[in-house]
Nanobody, 112 residues
């Protein structure tokens, strides 16, 4: 499985960004996003099931971020609204098969 993520960048607090990730490969199940803030461990942001009916969010992003997915091309999106400085970090796309497959990471920087 190969993953190509895009959409990171720099915004001021309160702004929005949209991340995209295209996965190529077979039998891709859950997809999602994790992030790694500076000096911290990688943490869950959001996941979405294969049929896009089930989503899971970290408490810190509920009500601000929306994960979505187009199944037939295995593309996952993360709409990030009302971004805050604590949302800064490297965002990694995830696609699960019989293992976790990670994208290369995209930087998100939110300034106050």
């Amino acid at each position: 499985v190969q993953l190509q993520a895009s959409g990171g960048g720099s915004v001021q607090a309160g702004g929005s960004l949209r991340l995209s990730c295209v996965a190529s490969g077979d039998r891709i199940a859950v997809m999602g996003w994790y992030r790694q803030p500076p000096g911290k461990e990688r943490e869950l942001v959001a996941t979405i099931s294969r049929d896009a009916t089930q989503t899971k969010y970290a408490d810190s992003v509920k009500g601000r971020f929306i994960i979505s997915r187009t199944g037939y091309v295995n593309t996952v999106y993360l709409q990030m609204n009302n971004l805050q400085p604590e949302d800064s970090g490297v965002y990694y796309c995830l696609a699960t098969t019989n293992r976790f497959n990670w994208g290369q990471g995209t930087q998100v920087t939110v300034s106050s």
